[in-house]
């Protein structure tokens, strides 16, 4: 199978790029075009690291036509009008998790890279690994019989930092739970679609 190499465009070089980048670059199939955020201090270290171009905008970003790939890691609320933005420059996009704050959000996003032809995918897929998907066999095939629980845990600092205000107001997809747990039981379960926004709350287990 002949591979593909992804130009790629970051939008929003804040902590999530920061941990994300360094593992894109050491990928054969990966050619970093560019980064894009409002910080002017946030484009210059990307720069001087990774000696890609530089947008003061997004926009300005998904204009470039080396780009055919674009990873957004900007805050949740602004998801939404940047994979849309994106798709309709032609992109295919990849969002941080959340996807969305809201599932109409959600829904408007696959209905814009639908209609312009491109790829949409949520990052943070971990419940796309072979582990997880292993586990899901398990579970739907019922050899060990009915799910009755399931606990997760995940040992980490990062939810000891001082946050932001907007990372703790629910109405702009903060909160005190991220979307992990959430869509990592969505998909043992065995159900098609998982949590996609931070405010919606996976059913009861039947």
Not at 119 to 127: A, D, E, H, V, Y
Request: glycine share 8%; aromatic share 4%; hydrophobic share 45%.
């Amino acid at each position: 199978m002949q591979s593909h190499t992804l130009n790629v465009g970051v939008v929003g070089l804040g902590q999530a790029a920061t941990m994300v980048i360094p593992a894109m670059v050491a990928m054969p199939n990966v050619n970093l075009v560019a980064g894009a955020d409002v910080n002017p201090r946030a484009l210059q270290a990307f720069q001087e690291r990774y000696g890609a171009r530089t947008y003061p905008s997004m926009e300005e970003l998904c204009d470039d036509p080396a780009i055919d790939t674009v990873w957004i890691a900007t805050p949740n609320t602004f998801h939404c009008p940047h994979v849309i933005r994106a798709a309709e420059r032609g992109k295919h996009v990849i969002v941080e998790k959340p996807m969305a704050i809201t599932l109409a959000e959600a829904e408007t996003m696959i209905a814009a890279v639908e209609r312009h032809g491109v790829q949409l995918l949520c990052g943070g897929s971990r419940s796309a690994s072979a582990v997880v998907r292993t586990m899901r066999e398990i579970v739907v095939s019922g050899e060990l019989g009915r799910l009755r629980a399931m606990v997760t845990w995940s040992a980490t600092d990062w939810i000891l930092r001082i946050r932001r205000p907007d990372e703790l107001d629910v109405s702009s997809g903060g909160g005190v739970a991220g979307p992990n747990a959430p869509g990592l039981a969505g998909r043992i379960e065995g159900r098609k679609q998982i949590t996609t926004a931070t405010r919606e709350q996976p059913p009861a287990l039947q």
